[in-house]
């Protein structure tokens, strides 16, 4: 048994450590190699992150926005808990984007610490550790493409989770293949496209192809072991297409009974939707009805829980969900931050904003962790 630096048994000192954050276990590896060693092996990063997981001082949302002041996109860090801003916000990192080129960067999802964010109409994918502020650059999938000649490329959609089977970590891409007329791209009936459906293992640090339906996907998000997106195979006729990221293979749902223009977020770990209904024929007074899908796949298992507005919902766009169900939203002509809580009605302003095309459709939830960017699937002992 490998002894310490203080010379403690070392299934004493992991019982400690266990309770520290990850800021200072980042410390404690300077203290010596056999420290370094304790704290980087995979056995105690996994311990740590299962002894941690549902701690929510160790949990925050981070809101990816545009900093007018800075001229770059940033990360906003809020505590979990106390919904209390981090300042100063933190540049995502750009020298992986490019050189010096500025990036629209979309937050795909965060999963055990580790957060993916992709480069708007590029093939830039990095994974990222906020806390360790380790990077790891996704290398461009060079998987053929069957397509013709001339044919535009672009990544439609992408989900980012974690395979429990494998302790591994997965990128989901949907590409779509179309000829060179990108105006009418979203216009475009889905048999006039040809997609591609590749997936990204962190492990083999490599991509391949996988099977699944020919449909056009939308918004998205990621639940633990699934990604899930709002698809179409005929507008408007919208279902929700999951992807279980262990045994990779796509779920369709579809849709409770005459439910218009949805968006979906994570409530309680389960795929949330927020609908967009309409209260008059010309749409000028709207509500938003929340739902939540209890099993995957079978549509009578739609739960609807609440309804927002109609008071202020031309006004106001929903952002996610935080402690009993209520509601992150943002004001669309400037981007404020609200927290609105359905049952008082009230409505709490926070210290946020951004410009009003700026602001990410949902936040991401993100955890400290020690979980390192580069993978590896190490058995646990």
């Not at 937050?107 to 502020?133: D, Q």
């Not at 991509?207 to 899930?228: A, E, L």
Request: glycine share 6%; proline share 5%; hydrophobic share 40%.
């Amino acid at each position: 048994m490998m002894m310490m630096a203080n010379e403690l048994p070392e299934d004493l000192v992991m019982m400690i450590l266990l309770w520290l954050p990850v800021v200072s276990l980042l410390r404690f590896k300077c203290v010596c190699k056999s420290w370094y060693a304790f704290i980087t092996h995979q056995n105690f990063v996994r311990k740590h992150l299962l002894h941690n997981n549902g701690n929510n001082s160790n949990t925050h949302l981070l809101l990816n926005t545009f900093e007018k002041t800075m001229e770059d996109y940033v990360v906003s860090t809020i505590s979990y808990d106390e919904l209390q801003i981090f300042p100063p916000t933190q540049p995502l990192p750009p020298r992986y984007f490019g050189t010096g080129e500025k990036f629209g960067i979309f937050v795909v999802g965060s999963c055990n610490g580790l957060v993916c964010l992709h480069a708007y109409y590029t093939s830039k994918v990095v994974i990222w550790n906020p806390t360790t502020k380790e990077t790891n650059i996704v290398p461009k999938s060079n998987l053929p493409l069957f397509a013709p000649a001339g044919y535009c490329t672009h990544i439609q959609g992408m989900g980012f989770g974690f395979d429990a089977k494998t302790n591994d970590y997965k990128i989901i891409n949907f590409v779509s293949m179309y000829e060179p007329n990108f105006e009418d791209y979203v216009m475009k009936d889905v048999k006039e496209i040809i997609y591609q459906k590749e997936v990204y293992s962190l492990s083999n640090d490599s991509w391949r192809k996988v099977d699944g339906p020919q449909c056009f996907i939308s918004n998205g998000t990621c639940t633990t072991g699934m990604g899930s997106w709002l698809a179409y195979n005929h507008d408007p006729d919208l279902f929700v297409l999951s992807f279980d990221m262990s045994d990779e293979v796509f779920l369709k749902t579809p849709l409770p009974d005459n439910v218009n223009g949805p968006g979906l977020f994570v409530l309680n770990e389960s795929i949330a939707m927020v609908a967009l209904m309409p209260l008059d024929e010309k749409g000028w007074e709207i509500r938003y009805d929340i739902w939540l899908l209890l099993k995957v796949g079978v549509k009578d298992s739609w739960n609807r829980l609440f309804t927002i507005g109609p008071s202020f919902a031309k006004i106001h766009r929903p952002l996610g969900f935080w402690k009993n169900d209520t509601v992150f939203l943002t004001r669309i002509n400037d981007g404020q931050l609200f927290l609105y809580d359905h049952s008082t009605k009230k409505m709490t302003e926070l210290q946020i904003h951004g410009h009003s095309d700026s602001m990410q459709m949902q936040l991401v939830t993100y955890m400290e962790t020690l979980v390192s960017v580069k993978g590896g699937n190490e058995s646990v002992e």
